[in-house]
């Protein structure tokens, strides 16, 4: 593992070159340049937060920056998902004729999108300042809850872009799993709308407890909700969780991107 | 041979390809089985050995398909090997595709950084050689358009110009030095010269065998999985063409577009003393004395006879020929020829005889001889031209 680091740390700016040249790329061609990575975000922000908050009548004081600390992180996250199909597939003129860490692809994609939310900060604080929410200490956190995320974020980008050179549907696949997802989060409802106890074939469970457990990304979006919104510690034991599935799927994700990428020329 | 004068090394390389009959593409259409899996295995290298030293350049020939490009691409690591190991001693580059990378919305100049830093450059490095680059790729007026906006011939001159600015210790090449018009064709050699003096080590896939024997001084002969031959240069390439030439005999085209009014009867080459030097050796700019004997077989008519030298991949040096001559019904001629220096460099070559009509239509099949000719110093290209020089 140590040697693929180096590797990766060899490339490095190869990486970046990846990175800037998507960045630019996106941005590149149309006037409203950088906002439309945010006019999505934006778009889902607007019609959600009418729904829930004038139809479904949420009780929540400040709904729409409650939706809004959530669905930035979630659209980069599914973003980069999205573009990772893509990564190998459609750089096929790369992979067949050169040799450089085939790694760096997904992986580019990954830090694509976090740079992005990168960019999306300066709004999220003005967002917190015309809200009138308080900065607190605990906003510090935020750059760990971004690691843990990208940490997850960078296996699965691993694990769909591999598959995807097999299986060429795996795009759609992926499509209907990141609709699903979208609604085990707690991203549209909070985690107390969950009950507490649930009698599952006789046994009782908690499926908040479950949430956390089969889902980082909640932890990582209930931190956001946690250090932006409410100003408060993040639940450290859901992140805990996080941070180490999202190692395992991280070592998961790279080693089937490992096995994979020996036919990767010839799938192509 | 120290550990540290090898470049590439190669051992019992083997790899397989599956070709499938119909390959499932999607999850759905393989769960469901709605295309076959089976698939045939294609052995296209087996069990390569290959040691290639530092400095050297390597020419790897062979017709099409037999697994010339897979070797460079295991080589480079793009493909693994089923079985074998390959070990490269040196940072190497590999120019099989030209462009890789280039954005058709960035501007000539961002283009060069990103395809530079897929060839593993140095943003630094590309900084310190962009004038260099720019100016070698001749479009510096447009450099900062978008590449989009290139015509195909700009394009590949810039993205030549990048893969020739890497600086590599071992430098892979697949067919791609045909860019460009001829000037610019001749500053990539002049370049590809210039990296053989710097000791690259070069291995140049190619089907264009005159730069590949200009260029390189090994040559391997790959054909249908195995190194058949593997040698200086100039011999493997001679056998290479003599075994293709062989095998377009048997391809041979159909006797129809002949009239059949004349045949040959006889076709000898000799040399002063009067014996037959079809199939030997002879020394370059001895005389030879190629005859041919004709007889028409239809009416009376004007025939002439030519004489063509070939080269052994079948590029034409020169024709001889005899003038018409008027021949009745069943007559015969012996038409003798004299060329007095047959200047050619070391090598062997084609001589074909064909019998024509006034209106140029081949009354015969023509027959075919091939001489073989030592020159008495090594040289490049076909001829030896008689000069002298004064100091």
Known sequence: MLTHFKEIFKYRELLMTFVSKSLNARYKGSFLGFLWTFINPLAQLIVYSVVFKYIFRIQEPNYTMYLFVALVPWSEFTSSI?????????????????????????????????????????????????????????????????????????????????????????KQIVGIIIMAWFYVTPILYKMSMIPKTLNLFGHT???????????????????????MLYGRLPDFTGLSIALIEGVIIFTLGYFIFKYFERTFAEDL | MEDNEIAIEVKNLSKEFKIFKDKPLTLKEKLLMLRSDAYTQFKVLKDINLTVKKGESIGLIGHNGCGKSTLLSLIAGIMYPNAGSIKVNGRLSCLIQLGAGFHPDFTGRENIYVNAAIFGMKRKDVDKNLDSIIDFSEIREFIDNPIRTYSSGMYLKLAFSVAIHINPEILLIDEILAVGDTNFQKKCFAKMREFKRKKVTIVLVSHNLSSVSEFCDRCIWLQDGIIKRDGKSKEVIEQYLSFMSGKQVKSNEPEEKYTNEAIILDFQINDDNNKSIIGKDIKSGISIHPTITIKKIKEDGKIKAEILFLTADNQLISVIDSGFIELKKDETATLNFNVKSIPFNTGRYNIKSVLKREDGIECCKHQESNITIQADYENIGIFNLDFTCKK
Not at chain 1, 100 to 109: A, K
Not at chain 1, 113 to 127: E, H, N, R, S
Not at chain 1, 145 to 168: D, E, H, P
Not at chain 1, 208 to 224: G, K
């Open chain 1, 205 to 227: 469970i908690n499926p908040q407890f479950w949430f956390i457990l089969i889902n980082p990304i909640a932890a990582v979006i209930l931190s956001y909700r946690d250090v």
């Open chain 1, 82 to 170: 999205n573009g990772s199909l893509v990564a190998i597939t459609g750089n096929s003129n790369l992979v067949k004729k050169i040799y450089f860490p085939r790694q760096l692809l997904p992986l580019s994609v990954s830090v694509t999108y976090i740079v992005d939310f990168v960019y999306c900060i300066p709004i999220l604080l003005i967002a917190m300042i015309l809200s009138k929410l308080n900065f607190t200490t605990n906003l510090l956190f935020f750059p760990i809850i971004m690691l843990i995320q990208f940490i997850y974020q960078t296996g699965i980008c691993y694990i769909v872009s591999a598959l995807n050179v097999k299986f060429r549907d795996v």
